[in-house]
């Protein structure tokens, strides 16, 4: 169950040594459960389930809602909208694949070169998530704003030129364009791919990388075939713990983003906050959160590590 | 080839620095040559320092406009320096309220997310019971969704009870997002337990609560005290949860998010960089003092 939590290994082992509790006590176990667990299914579960509902009813704020099976507003959301859920996924998957290439080499860093300054190095990856995320969002920006250091550079640099070509960008300008989207994204969620994957690599036994030079290899191939291979686990909890929020987020796309960069979190924050159309936004997240599990549960099997979630 | 048989000793496994072929003396080699070969080798080192630039980057943007004196309602360029915003942090209507607020609901979540969290993470770590899986799915399931679905469904159930939204709700909502994450922290303490410590405290005639409050608790307390700093900066910091939840309640991300369509002052800046500075002398303080009681121990 731990493949997804930041800290990593922990859980698993043990469960062998648990104790039976003795006769008259069988209930201590589930009386400590009860209270945390009875808020999750009122608070978490049934709300899942309310919202299935609530997707199905017809109706308006004036007359009231009604339980209609109306199933063709799971199906006009989707044709509506299905650019949103595009985008989504779409600069999520960018947003997690510059996460990886980012935050490999950092986390890589921290565990084999930082030495004695490790705790310094993972004090600097976590102390900035410190300031309120969407100050830090704001500040983007300012960092990307027209006519910016940044921009200026990456213009001199004909960077702008590749990204228009590639539809990423428009003109001289990257705010307001896809581009700022994903930047925003990678900048935001790159914490959740550093430390799952420094937690891997960090248990990696140092004599393997000796056993594999003893053994003529060259570092490139001690990566290869040692490293990387012992980092997977980190590395799809680290692609998962960025995917998944990445998707669903919608301050990236709203502040950074143009009306044209809009992502499905997006349409339900409208149409739930402002439109007021709570069946549309029901059934947009009950596709969103489909979407998400089954994208998830394929890329585990893919990835071939069952027995960590 | 004698490099490459003898053993290294020590910690060093820095995964470049063994190289085949004895590499020839820095002397004999060019100034760029060495250069470069100075580069191949720390080029994962420079990498790493470039990621943590671009992280700490924005932080830095935050914390200099925050001396800015901008010209007109939005901080985004740079006008001159002031130093306006910070002797009057509160000097914007609803930024006080906002934040008191927030750290209301953070308090309040995390005491109640602990508690419930270390309970279930006990109930876990130390018993067999049925249900176990179950229990793990649907701690499990909130971590990884995503928060708009969460916020959605949870405003949608409120909507549908007709309970109105406000202070109350988005308590409830941060108690349920804080609560998996809680359980995370505290059931890795607790399985790394030696069962044995409780044992000779019950040899030794303690009853289960003087067992409990003397051996089990203050082992199990670095894990609750994890537990509890994430909970309180997971329910500080949220927003989109807190978006669908809050009605007209402001906490201090929902000041932000409106501030961004109004205006944005240079306090929030200020609070921005405030927040950044107590974190780290927490972090500081905290270090210091395991520092000293592993002084002690030795």
Known sequence: MNALAPTGGGGGGGTDDLKEPPKRGRWVPYALLAPGMIWLVVFFLIPMLVQGGTSLQTGGLEKGYEFTWHFSTYWDALQTYYPQFLRSFGYAAAATVMCLVIGYPLAYAIAFKAGKWRGLWLVLVIAPFFTSFLVRTLAWKTILADNGIVVDVLNTLHFTDVTALLGLTEGDRVLATPLAVICGLTYNFLPFMVLPLYASLERIDPRLHEAANDLYADPKTTFRKVTFPLSLPGVVSGTLLTFIPASGDYVNAAWLGSPDTGMAGNVIQTQFLRVLDYPTAAALSFILMLLIVLMVSAYIRKAGTEELV | ?298
């Open chain 2, 1 to 298: 080839m004698t490099a490459t048989l003898t053993p290294q000793t020590g910690g060093s496994h820095a995964g470049g620095s063994h190289r085949r072929a004895t590499p020839p003396a820095a002397h004999q080699l060019s100034a760029p040559a060495r250069a470069l070969r100075w580069l191949r080798r720390n080029v994962v080192t420079l990498f790493g320092i470039l990621a943590l630039a671009y992280m700490t980057l924005p932080n830095l943007v935050v914390l200099l406009f925050s001396f800015n004196d901008p010209n007109g309602k939005f901080n985004y360029t740079w006008n001159g320096f002031t130093l306006d915003a910070w002797k009057d942090p509160f000097g914007v209507a609803g930024i006080k309220d906002s934040l008191i607020t927030s750290l209301e609901i953070a308090f309040l979540s995390t005491l109640f997310a602990t508690v419930l969290g270390t309970a279930v993470a006990f109930a876990l770590g130390r018993y067999r019971f049925r249900g176990r899986g179950l229990t793990n799915t649907l701690l499990f399931v909130p971590m990884s969704m995503p928060e708009v679905v969460m916020g959605a469904s949870l405003g949608t159930l409120f909507l549908n009870m007709r309970i109105s939204f406000g202070f109350w709700t988005i308590l409830i909502a941060h108690v349920m997002f804080c609560l998996s994450f809680v359980v995370v922290a505290v059931k890795a303490r607790v399985l790394g337990m030696d069962p044995k410590l409780e044992e000779a405290a019950q040899d030794l005639y303690a009853s289960p609560t003087q067992t409990f409050l003397r051996v089990t608790l203050p082992i199990a307390a670095p894990g609750i005290g994890a537990g509890a700093l994430l909970a309180f900066s997971l329910s500080f910091d949220d927003f989109v949860i807190t978006n669908f939840n809050s009605g007209d309640t402001v906490t201090f991300p929902m000041f932000v998010w409106g501030a961004a369509q109004r205006g944005t002052p240079p306090q929030i800046n200020v609070i921005g960089s405030a927040m950044f500075f107590i974190a780290i002398a927490v972090v500081i303080v905290g270090q210091v003092r395991t520092n000293r009681r592993k002084q002690k121990a030795s």
